[in-house]
T-cell receptor
Framework: RKEVEQDPGPFNVPEGATVAFNCTYS??????FFWYRQDCRKEPKLLMS???SGNEDGRFTAQLNRASQYISLLIRDSKLSDSATYLC??????????FGAGTRLTVKP | DVKVTQSSRYLVKRTGEKVFLECVQD?????MFWYRQDPGLGLRLIYF???????EKGDIPEGYSVSREKKERFSLILESASTNQTSMYLC?????????????????FGDGTRLSIL
């Protein structure tokens, strides 16, 4: 079993749709959580950190449930420019980060 | 902005060659990492380093070695390249947050090196 598991995707959605990505992790000692975005043939870039109380950044909302070891990302009013692969990332206390395989999103006009 | 620079975007080498991938960061980060990324497998950690001359094995260290002689530079070495090492290689760096250690420090990635072993 992978340490970080994500919805396999791909998600193909119309512009303006709301999209939810889910992620589960197996190591209960995990300390920090992130969502990264990776465009085709580019490096991963930090989208947002995920805090225990949940946090929002514009159209993006991240949630963390430590008891269930579950992380989510919600994108509202999706744009064409949101098309990318979204990586769920879990960090241990020794700075070791584990990445999910990613969920590919395509937003269509 | 953090800048992580990898020496090559594309590289083609032959089986058996010794290959060096270089990575430099300009933010005085303590931690540096080497990953490879393959379709369907995501990013897998090869090695990481939390200080000069220090290194730790990641999930898939076999066939690789690393060198961290200076804080800003972290090199990945393929001792004798094989075709199953054809992949995208990504270098990353992060800080521990300095004196007030903060676990919520993300990693910053270089552009990646697409390595093909023929």
């Amino acid at each position: 079993r992978k340490e970080v598991e994500q919805d396999p995707g791909p998600f193909n959605v119309p512009e303006g749709a709301t999209v939810a990505f889910n992620c589960t992790y197996s190591n209960s000692a995990s300390q920090s959580f992130f969502w990264y975005r990776q465009d085709c043939r580019k490096e991963p870039k930090l989208l947002m950190s995920v805090y225990s109380s949940g946090n929002e950044d514009g159209r993006f909302t991240a949630q963390l449930n430590r008891a269930s070891q579950y992380i989510s990302l919600l994108i509202r009013d999706s744009k064409l420019s949101d098309s990318a692969t979204y990586l769920c990332v879990v960090k241990h206390n020794n700075n070791d980060m584990r990445f999910g395989a990613g969920t590919r999103l395509t937003v269509k006009p | 902005d953090v800048k992580v620079t990898q020496s090559s975007r594309y590289l083609v080498k032959r089986t058996g060659e010794k290959v060096f991938l270089e990575c430099v960061q300009d933010m005085d980060h303590e931690n540096m990492f080497w990953y490879r990324q393959d379709p369907g497998l995501g990013l897998r950690l090869i090695y990481f380093s939390y200080d000069v001359k220090m290194k730790e094995k990641g999930d898939i260290p076999e066939g690789y070695s690393v060198s961290r002689e200076k804080k800003e530079r972290f090199s990945l070495i393929l001792e004798s390249a094989s075709t199953n090492q054809t992949s995208m290689y990504l270098c990353a760096s992060s800080t521990t947050g300095g004196y007030f250690w903060n676990s919520n420090q993300p990693q910053h990635f270089g552009d990646g090196t697409r390595l093909s072993i023929l």
